[in-house]
């Protein structure tokens, strides 16, 4: 992998790039883990955007620690 393709994988997403994302899923779609159908997050979004956006925090977070322990091993 080039130096440029890990920048690009490994840059910080914005939260307007996670509600981008959010629009851009068809209303309808059969539901993911969370049995919310995106219509939900579409219609809410101005009420759950701080705690989707913080999930994205948690995860890196989480991949981080979960990177450093298999590091420890």
Do not use: Q
Request: proline share 1%.
């Amino acid at each position: 992998m080039s130096r440029d393709d890990n920048v690009a994988l490994t840059k910080t997403i914005t939260d307007e790039e996670v509600w981008r994302a959010v629009k851009h899923i068809s209303g309808f779609k059969a539901p993911g883990r969370d049995s919310f159908k995106a219509i939900f997050y579409h219609t809410y979004w101005s009420v759950i955007d701080n705690f989707v956006c913080m999930l994205k925090i948690v995860f890196k977070l989480t991949k981080s620690l979960m990177l450093t322990d298999l590091k420890l091993l």
